[in-house]
C-alpha cells in the first residue's frame, strides 16, 4: 500500500522562486494537512482541508497556499520562497468514518526544502 | 483554539528504567489525543490514541498513557526503556467538532536519549 506519498522528496530552491508540493494519498480520507518542520519548533500547522474544494489556514499559514482539487492530491504551493521556508514539509491525511469517531493521522516521509 | 504543551524538551534515561514524558492540552470540548513517534530522518508514527472510554490506552512498543481531564494532561509512559525507544516523541491534540473541525495540532516535542 502506497499510503501517503510526498513529491518531491529534496528540493533546493533560490529565493523568489516558486514551487509546488504534491501529497497524494490512496485511503480515501476526508481530511489532509500540510506541516512544516523546524528544530526545536515541532510540526506546525500550515495549512489543512477536510474535504475536496475546501482548505483552511493552520498555525502558519503565511507565504503558503494550497488547493484541493481531487480528493486524493493536496498541493502545497510556495509562490516566492523565501530563506525562512527552509524547512521539512510533511504532508498527512486521516479518515472521518460514518461514526462521527477521529481517527488517526497517517504521514508521508517528508519533504526536505532549501531556500537559497 | 487547541495548543499542546511539551514540558520537555530533552529527557534522557538509562537502558531498562521507566519512562514518562509529558503532555498538556488546552481545548474546549472533549480532545482527542495522540503519541506519535518520529526517528531521525523518517516521517511518524502512531504510538497511541485517544478518543473515549477507558482513560488508560495501550499503544505500540509497550508504551501506555493516561488521559486525566482534570489535569488536561496526556503524559506517555513505559516501564523499562530499550535502546532502540530513542527517538522525539510528539504529543497531538484533535478537533473534532466546532469551527476548528478537523485540525490537527502538535506539541513541540520532546526528544528522548537511551543511555547504555
Known amino acids: 500500500n502506497a499510503g501517503v506519498t510526498q513529491t518531491p522528496k529534496f528540493r533546493v530552491l533560490k529565493t523568489g522562486q516558486s514551487m509546488t508540493l504534491l501529497c497524494a494519498q490512496d485511503?480515501?480520507?476526508?481530511?489532509m494537512y500540510w506541516y512544516r518542520q523546524d528544530p526545536g519548533m515541532g510540526l506546525r500547522l500550515i495549512h489543512y482541508?477536510?474535504?475536496?474544494?475546501?482548505?483552511a489556514k493552520g498555525e502558519v499559514p503565511d507565504g503558503y497556499n494550497v488547493s484541493r482539487l481531487k480528493k486524493q492530491n493536496f498541493l502545497l504551493g510556495l509562490e516566492s520562497a523565501a530563506p525562512s521556508q527552509t524547512s521539512v514539509y510533511f504532508c498527512?491525511?486521516?479518515?472521518?468514518?460514518?461514526?462521527?469517531?477521529?481517527?488517526?493521522?497517517?504521514f508521508g516521509q517528508g519533504t526536505r526544502l532549501t531556500v537559497v | 483554539a487547541q495548543s499542546v504543551t511539551q514540558p520537555d524538551i530533552h529527557i534522557t534515561v538509562s537502558e531498562g528504567a521507566s519512562l514518562e514524558l509529558r503532555c498538556n492540552y488546552s481545548?474546549?470540548?472533549?480532545?482527542?489525543l495522540f503519541w506519535y513517534v518520529q526517528s531521525p530522518g523518517q516521517g511518524l508514527q502512531l504510538l497511541l490514541k485517544?478518543?473515549?472510554?477507558?482513560?488508560l490506552v495501550q499503544g505500540i512498543k509497550g508504551f501506555e498513557a493516561e488521559f486525566k481531564r482534570s489535569q488536561s494532561s496526556f503524559n506517555l509512559r513505559k516501564p523499562s526503556v530499550h535502546w532502540s525507544d530513542a527517538a522525539e516523541y510528539f504529543c497531538?491534540?484533535?478537533?473534532?467538532?466546532?469551527?476548528?473541525?478537523?485540525?490537527?495540532?502538535f506539541g513541540k516535542g520532546t526528544k528522548l536519549s537511551v543511555k547504555p
Open positions: 482541508s477536510v474535504g475536496e474544494g475546501t482548505t
Open positions: 481545548y474546549g470540548a472533549t480532545p482527542y
Open positions: 485517544y478518543f473515549s472510554g477507558d482513560t
Open positions: 485511503m480515501n480520507h476526508e481530511y
Open positions: 497531538a491534540v484533535g478537533a473534532f467538532y466546532g469551527g476548528s473541525q478537523g485540525n490537527l495540532i
Open positions: 498527512a491525511s486521516r479518515h472521518r468514518d460514518r461514526g462521527r469517531r477521529d481517527t488517526e493521522a497517517f
